[in-house]
């Protein structure tokens, strides 16, 4: 077993223990939060903000991630813990993780956030 699929096994009996990396969420996702530890973790790969001047041109941008048809922040969660691509593993709390998503669905265009 690797130690990416230890750590991704190991995660995902915590979460399903009810238990967190760093404890409980005991408050909202905060998408500010999340936008910093998006340009801090994830900009070498991803176009994370508008401002950012480049990226890797076969990963998608933040905004592609959260216009894609159907998206919520619990399958963007889930795409971080088990990426369907390989993605350098970056260990995040179970805060971080629900901010970063809280972050990338702030970048769904409006049409998409009328649709169910």
Same mark, same amino acid.
């Given at each position: 077993? /690797?130690?990416?699929? =230890?750590? $991704?096994?190991? &995660?995902?009996?915590?979460?399903?223990?009810?238990?967190?990396?760093? +404890?409980?969420?005991?408050s909202a996702p905060d998408a500010e939060r999340g936008n910093g530890l998006a340009q801090r973790l994830?900009?070498?790969?991803?176009?994370?903000?508008?401002?950012? /001047?480049?990226?890797? =041109?076969? $990963?998608?941008? &933040?905004?592609?991630?959260?216009?894609?048809?159907?998206?919520?922040? +619990?399958?963007?969660?889930?795409?971080?813990?088990?990426?369907?691509?390989?993605?350098?593993?970056?260990?995040?709390?179970?805060?971080?993780?629900?901010?970063?998503a809280a972050y990338i669905m702030t970048l769904r265009d409006t049409e998409q956030r009328m649709r169910?």
């Amino acid at each position: 077993m /690797t130690a990416r699929t =230890a750590f $991704i096994l190991a &995660f995902l009996s915590m979460i399903a223990a009810g238990v967190s990396l760093a +404890g409980p969420v005991t408050s909202a996702p905060d998408a500010e939060r999340g936008n910093g530890l998006a340009q801090r973790l994830c900009s070498n790969c991803h176009l994370v903000t508008s401002e950012q /001047t480049h990226a890797n =041109a076969d $990963i998608p941008s &933040f905004r592609e991630i959260a216009n894609k048809q159907g998206q919520t922040e +619990g399958s963007i969660m889930a795409r971080i813990v088990i990426p369907k691509h390989a993605m350098p593993v970056i260990p995040v709390s179970k805060s971080e993780l629900h901010d970063l998503a809280a972050y990338i669905m702030t970048l769904r265009d409006t049409e998409q956030r009328m649709r169910p």
